[in-house]
Structure formats: C-alpha cells, structure tokens
C-alpha cells in the first residue's frame, strides 16, 4: 500500500516540532502529504537543515506568545 499522499487534504499542528518525537511525527505526516503546522519554542531547531517539514514562516513562541 502506497502511503505517500494518504493525507493530502489535512493540516495537522505538531507542537514540539523541533526536536524528539514532535520532529518526527512533523516529518511522517509530511512524507504523507499532510499540511504540517509546527510548533515550537525555540526558531532554530525548525529552521535548521533537515527540517524538510518547514516550508513557511518559522514563528517562535515565547511564554505562550508568539513573537514576530
């Protein structure tokens, strides 16, 4: 069974995306199409090589705020 595309009209919000388990659950669900909104508290770890998942703006979150 081909799994590349099985999300293709969803958005999924994964906090903790920047590292561990948040990371790789945001790159799964990208392989499968989805639309991956990633949250984190701190830009780099988003921002850094390797995250693929990352294709808009990296937002970081301050104490519960986002700070742009």
């Known amino acids: 069974m081909d799994n590349t595309n099985i999300h293709t009209s969803r958005v999924v919000v994964i906090t903790g995306a920047g590292t561990g388990i948040g990371r790789a659950t945001a790159h799964a669900f990208a392989a499968e199409g989805a639309h991956v909104i990633a949250v984190g508290r701190r830009a780099e770890p988003l921002a850094a090589p390797g995250a ?3 294709t808009g703006v990296v937002l970081p979150v301050d104490g519960g705020a986002v700070v742009a």
Do not use: G, L, P, R
């Open 52 to 54: 693929s998942f990352v």
